[in-house]
């Protein structure tokens, strides 16, 4: 996952409308794809994240160990009123609790006139890698837990009605693509077997002769590729406008 997340945040960078001198924050930073991102852009000083887990807070440390990374949620930002011009959550919103809540923080946390970004994968098949390791899932699970959790705010409309429901304004929605490239259908399986992510983690927890039907149904979705190829992600993203107070 974490190569389609360093494409990404070039593209969520630019959505934002990130430039020199301005202040961001990165809330569900992870290891710090869109961190680094900012800081290539902003500077160390000028950048700010956040997440919950202690694990990936500690590796986003480890690679930038000067940045301000606070450990918290999205729903509780542990900054004042008006600290930030752009808040930015990547992939994140999907796994929130409370959703509303957060937009709501990340709106408080930017000054008025300040923009809040972010982007979840789209749920019309638009993460291939994802999507078709779910319906693989499915077919030899009926208890397979499915992607509607992982694709939450990925249909047409859910992330523009997100943050104007969260008083922003100006807000505009529109499509993020990249892709990745994978030497063979080993490389592409060993990521899952990482544990990462929701599917990783579903993926461990299953015996090992479930692992090879699901493997063997995952790359029947996906063509049963020969050699390299390449999978194609596509992420729905919004931007929008904190009004004056
Ligand atoms: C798919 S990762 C994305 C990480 C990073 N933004 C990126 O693009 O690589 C999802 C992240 O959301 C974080 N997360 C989960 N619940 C959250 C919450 N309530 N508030 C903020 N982040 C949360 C997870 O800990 C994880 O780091």
Redesign the pocket.
């Given at each position: 996952?974490?190569r389609y997340?360093?494409a990404?945040?070039p593209l969520l960078a630019d959505l934002a409308g990130v430039s020199a001198g301005q202040r961001a924050l990165?809330?569900?930073?992870?290891?710090?794809?869109?961190?680094r991102e900012l800081v290539a852009r902003l500077g160390t000083d000028r950048v700010a994240g956040?997440?919950?887990?202690p694990a990936?807070?500690a590796a986003c440390r480890a690679a930038l160990p000067d940045v301000d990374l606070r450990e918290?949620?999205?729903?509780t930002l542990p900054w004042d009123d008006d600290t930030v011009d752009l808040a930015l959550?990547?992939?994140?919103l999907h796994?929130?609790?409370?959703a509303e809540r957060?937009v709501r923080e990340m709106s408080r946390v930017v000054v008025p006139g300040g923009r809040v970004a972010a982007c979840v994968w789209d749920y019309e098949g638009g993460m291939e890698m994802l999507r078709a390791f779910w319906d693989a899932a499915e077919s030899v699970d009926p208890d397979a837990p499915g992607e509607l959790g992982t694709m939450r705010f990925g249909r047409p409309g859910q992330l523009t009605a997100l943050l104007s429901g969260a008083g922003l304004t100006h807000v505009a929605e529109e499509h993020l693509t990249v892709t990745s490239g994978y030497a063979d259908t080993d490389e592409l399986w060993s990521t899952f077997l990482l544990g990462v992510?929701p599917a990783g983690a579903y993926l461990v927890a299953q015996p090992e002769d479930r692992r090879a039907t699901l493997r063997a149904a995952y790359l029947d979705r996906l063509g049963s590729p020969q050699g390299s190829f390449t999978l194609r992600a596509v992420a729905r993203a919004a931007v929008g406008t904190v009004p004056a107070a």
């Open positions: 996952m974490g997340s360093v990404l945040a990165d809330v569900g930073c992870g290891t710090g794809a869109l961190t956040c997440d919950p887990s990936q807070l918290a949620p999205a729903e959550a990547q992939l994140v796994f929130v609790s409370d957060a992510g």
